[in-house]
């Protein structure tokens, strides 16, 4: 079992040594940045140095030999080591903070890159708090290596061995009674250390469950508030909190360990102060010798403590970068072909050859499912809820490939073309659209970035959304809160279709398009979404009779056993 353990734990410190060299990967851009800093550090440190030898020069050739003229040479002396000190203090700590900021910055896109490339299927099983912590915890946490960590253990290496040979230089005796305790010193930090990383680990993960919390119950207040959930979701809210309360008071506990290396470092400080004390009375050492020598004392176990929590902080760092890297590391569900063509000159015919697809192996959605929509044809999709009408949208659109079978384009695979040609030509508009919180203008712009105002008012117009925009306090420029929150159901998905009027796609998906207006609103928006679809291959998920007669023929979907328990909200 020992040696079992031994190995696990050499293992692990391997995967930590992987990941730290990672991790610092990050920082290779701005590297000539960080090596100024590291020039800087290292200037501030020897200026501390300074201090303990003009209070020995102070006490024993001033104070005791009455010498005025050497005070005043002194005093300047200092006054100048402060402010130079002070002024590259200032400059490290700012050019520190800008590095670790960019190269933290790199980090957290890299990670947005990713969670942009993962499918559905990954995002789907995630909560939005969780994915956000990745950026909001712990990559703040990776932050500190980038911004002074590295630069700090050299600086402080080099601080070591230089207050050790100045205390050489000193006492050669009373510096051999303290280095005895150092290697111990470093023991008990170190231990101290691996304790604190396990302990910090489950504070991270019970933060980001609780940012996670936080996030859900606040997104769903309107939703606790109608069904009476205030409680219920009070305590489960109140549990979060304490369970992070737990973790970090479990947290300050094992960091009271530290305080037996204090111990060790004051008992042999007193030990120093005694024997030195007696040499002083005996005449052996000079009064300001033996106060300098307890000043770098100081300063010889600064740095070995200085380290260890160093090492505890990349401790803390490996474990958000496991986390952080684990999202980076996962393969994405969809990916594009090596040379992938652009999808261009679409006529529109699809086709959904042999599709099976589930997102558990227990219970399937589709099962070689067929079906040809040829050119300019309107096709309704019916069936039942979780038969799988959404999902057949999902994969036309590559949010999901399917487990067997083929879609086809006018006769080509859906994967022959690269993922932005093949969502360029297909126009969409979800049962629950999503608004930028920004102005209703940039929300319609969506649809074609590079529009004119003029051709957003047009789009508007066809989608009946004009009218009511110009009723807005800032009309176009007029900001939708949230998520659309400051406008209706049927506003809202009047703008997702004026993005799609905008857009101009050969392909048209309308996936429970009018599902949020009225009899009066649907009716004044038909003739427009049929003004549409002329020329058009459109694919329409509706329950609504009025809008499944004006298809050109309707497409059930069948169900198949268990759907409902297994279907993603995203995707039902």
Known sequence: MKNSSTTSNMRKLWQDRRLLFRTLTFLKPWLKWHALGLFLTILAAGLALVQPWVTRLLIDKVLIDGNTDLLLKICFAYLG??????????????????????????????????????????????????????????????QSLYSSTLSS????????????????????????????????????????????KKASAEVQEKRAFFTATLQEQLSGLRTSAAFNLENRESVKFKNSMTDLMHSSIRLTVKGFVMNAGSLLASTTLILVIWLGGKEVIQGRMDVGVLIAFISYFGMLFGPVGSIA??????????????????????????????????????????????????????????????????????????????????????????????????????????????????????????????LYHCSVAQNILLGSPEASMD?????ARAAHAHEFITTLPDGYDTLVGERGSSLSGGQVQRLALARVFLKDPPIVVLDEATSALDSKS??????????????????????RQSTVESADRVVSVPLLSGNNDITPLAAK
Not at 83 to 92: E, F, K, Q, R, W
Not at 99 to 116: F, P, R, T
Not at 455 to 459: G, H, L, M, T, Y
Request: aromatic share 6%; charged share 20%.
């Open 81 to 142: 080591a402060v402010l130079l000190g002070s002024l590259v203090g200032m400059a490290m700590s700012i050019l520190f903070s800008w590095v670790g900021q960019s190269a933290a910055i790199d980090l957290k896109m890299a990670l947005y890159k990713k969670l942009n490339t993962l499918s559905m299927a990954f995002t789907g099983r995630k909560r939005v708090g969780e994915l956000m912590a990745g950026f909001t915890s712990d990559i703040p946490v990776m």
């Open 153 to 196: 253990t050299i600086s402080e290496v080099i601080r070591f061995f230089v207050v050790l040979a100045v205390m050489i230089s000193i006492n050669p005796r009373l510096t051999l009674l303290a280095v005895p305790s150092i290697p111990l010193f470093a023991i008990i930090i170190a231990l101290a250390g691996t304790m604190l």
């Open 309 to 434: 929590g160093i090492a505890t902080q990349i401790l803390k760092a490996m474990g958000a970068a496991e986390r952080v890297f684990t999202v980076i590391d996962t393969e994405p569900a969809v990916t594009e072909l090596p040379g992938a063509a652009e999808l261009t000159g679409v006529k529109g015919k699809v086709e959904f050859k042999n599709i099976s697809f589930s997102y558990s192996e227990e219970s399937p959605v589709l099962k070689n499912f067929n079906e040809v929509i040829h050119a300019g044809e309107t096709v309704a999709l019916s069936g039942d809820s979780g038969s799988g009408k959404t999902t057949l949208i999902s994969l036309l659109l590559r949010f999901f490939d399917p487990d067997s079978g083929e879609i086809l384009i006018d006769g080509n695979s859906t994967k022959n073309f690269t993922l932005e040609s093949l969502r360029r030509n297909i126009g969409v508009v979800f049962q629950d659209p999503f």
């Open 455 to 459: 051709e957003i008012e047009k789009a």
């Open 522 to 543: 649907e009716s004044k928006i038909q003739d427009a979404v049929s003004h549409l679809l002329q020329s058009r291959t459109c694919l329409v998920i509706a329950h």
